[in-house]
C-alpha cells in the first residue's frame, strides 16, 4: 500500500482548509515554516505542485484542488470511524481535566449544556492543577489559566479581569482585611493586591492578606466574611449573580493571559470535542 507522509498529508489538509501556512500553523500548533516544510515534503513524493507561492499568500493549484477534496474527506472519514469504533458498547467517557476555579465556578453549567446536547457521552470531570499529562492520563481536554502547550492544540475560552468582591456589597475596599489566592508557580503572572493599589493610585500601606490555595477557597474565606478579595470577574460570576459574592466599588485589573482549552491535535476533528468547544464558547 502506497501511502504519503502522513504528517506532510495532516500539513497540506489544515493549509488548503484555512487558506495559509500561518493559520494553518496555528492550528496544528507549530510555525508556518514547519507547515510549508511538510506541504514541500509531500508535493516532492507526489511530484506534482499543490500550491502557487506569491510573497505571503498562497492559492491551490488544479491538481492541488483535486488533491485536497480526496484527503479532506479520507481523513474525515478516517476521524469519524476511528471515534465510532473507540465509543462503540463501551460509551467511553469524555474525561475533562480543570483547575479548581474553572471545575467548581464556572464549568457545571456549560457541562449541563453539553450533556444536554450529547446525552450519549459519559462525562468525567478532574479537578487538579497544572503540569498534566494529557496522553499518559488519558485526558481528552484541559481547561486552565495561560501556560505555553506546544505540543497540543491551545484555543482561548475568554480573558477575565480581577475585580473586588466582598460578601457585603457596602465594604470599602480601603480599609477591609484582604484575602488573596496563591495562584502557584505555574501562573505567577497573576497580579494581587499590591499591584491593584499601586496601578490605581489607592492609599493603603497594608498589603499583606490571608491567603487561599485556590480561587474556591479564597471564595468560601470571603463568604465566611474574612475579608476582600480580587477575583477572576466571569470565573466567580454565577456567585456575583446569586449574590452570594458581591462586586466591590473599585476598578478592576486585567489578567494578562485568556482561560484555554487544550487538546491533541490529532483529536481536533472529534464531534465530541467540537461540540465542547462550541459549548465552552472557543473564539
Known sequence: MKLPPLNALRAFECAARTGSFSAAGAELGVSSAAVSMQVKNLEDWLGLQLFTRRANRVRLTDAGRDYFQKAAGALAEIAGFTEALTDRGTRRPLVISATPALAQLWLPERLKTFAELRPDVPLRLRIEDDRIDLE???????????????????????????????????????????????????????????????????????????????????????????????LPEQVVGREIRAGRLHRLDGPALEMPRPYVLVTAHYKSRSRRLRTLAEVLGVR
Do not use: K
Not at 492544540?153 to 488573596?180: K, W
Not at 496601578?199 to 477557597?217: F, L, M, N, T
Open 136 to 230: 499518559a492520563e488519558g485526558i481528552d481536554a484541559r481547561l486552565t489559566y495561560g501556560g505555553e502547550h506546544p505540543e497540543h492544540r491551545t484555543q482561548a475560552l475568554f480573558t477575565d479581569r480581577l475585580v473586588p468582591v466582598g460578601a457585603d456589597p457596602r465594604t470599602d475596599v480601603s480599609s477591609a482585611p484582604l484575602v488573596e489566592v496563591a495562584w502557584g508557580e505555574t501562573i505567577a503572572s497573576v497580579p494581587g493586591w499590591r499591584r491593584y493599589f499601586t496601578q490605581h493610585g489607592i492609599a493603603r500601606e497594608d498589603a499583606a492578606a490571608a491567603i487561599g490555595q485556590s480561587v474556591p477557597s479564597v471564595v468560601a474565606l470571603v463568604q465566611a466574611g474574612l475579608g476582600i478579595a480580587l
